[in-house]
């Protein structure tokens, strides 16, 4: 009788690197792409601290700058963060400590939304993210839940340095006016005037800048804060 073959033995498979398949050169264009080690993509993910979250696009656009191809494959990388899943599943079951297993609970889609692949479905990993300070919301019954103002919880993981973006679309809590707005790069902005009402923003009690607490990006201090 065959021994089944178990999670973390599934991780044991290597890259390889192939032309973009003619039916995704629409989308992706052409060139190469990268059939990841899970491995890799078990690594990556092992780097978010709690209270941070990482995207599958996250992680694909780290490792296709660091193998320098076009793209990584959307379906063998989610493929591959479910059997890091499985697999950290596997080492709890057989007495590991949660702190010595790799995160995937940390992974969400690129909207926020949870994963109901994982093992144990999306009630699961809303627990371990309540646990480790995520509001999850529950739009309703059609809609998977969501971690709220999932923006402001995203690590930094793109290619070998740091990718910080400065600018931003604030909105101003007077006028509710949407603005793009440039932000300093190594400081952070204590006062804004909105171009609409003309009203002088300042931070809420807590945030370190005006963006910080009206803007859909944190300023890039913070954004270097959660680079991993």
């Known amino acids: 009788m065959k021994s089944r073959t178990t999670w973390r033995s599934k991780l044991e498979k290597e890259a390889e ?20 080690r899970p491995l890799d993509v078990d690594a990556l993910i092992r780097k ?3 209270g941070k979250l990482v995207t599958v696009g996250q992680i694909r656009e780290k490792l296709a700058q660091e193998c320098h191809v076009e793209v990584t494959c959307p379906l063998t990388t989610g493929i591959f963060v479910r059997i890091v ?9 057989e007495g590991s400590a949660q702190e010595e297993v790799t995160p995937y609970w940390r ?18 990993q809303a627990s371990w993210l309540q646990k480790e300070g995520h509001i999850i919301e529950r739009p309703g019954a059609r809609k998977r ?7 402001t919880s995203l690590v930094v993981l793109v290619g070998g340095n740091v990718v910080v973006k400065t600018r931003a679309w604030l909105t101003c809590p007077e006028c509710n006016y949407v603005q793009e707005a440039e932000m ?16 002088v923003l300042r931070p809420k009690q807590g ?5 910080c607490s009206y803007a859909d990006l944190p ?5 270097l804060e959660r680079a991993v």
């Not at 909207?111 to 994982?118: T, Y």
């Not at 300023?219 to 954004?223: A, E, S």
Request: with cysteine; aromatic share 8%.
């Open 17 to 36: 690197i192939v032309d973009v398949p003619p039916r995704w050169q629409q989308r992706y264009g052409r060139g190469k792409m990268l059939i990841p």
């Open 48 to 50: 978010v601290p709690a």
């Open 184 to 199: 300093p790069r190594d400081s952070c902005q204590f006062f804004y005037q909105c171009l609409k009402c003309k009203k």
């Open 207 to 211: 945030d370190c800048c005006v963006f």
């Open 85 to 93: 899943a499985e697999a950290a599943e596997e080492t709890l079951r």
């Open 219 to 223: 300023c890039p201090p913070k954004q």
């Open 145 to 151: 839940p969501r971690v709220s103002e999932v923006e």
């Open 107 to 124: 992974v969400v889609k690129e909207d926020g939304s949870l994963n109901e692949k994982f093992p144990g479905g999306v009630e699961k």
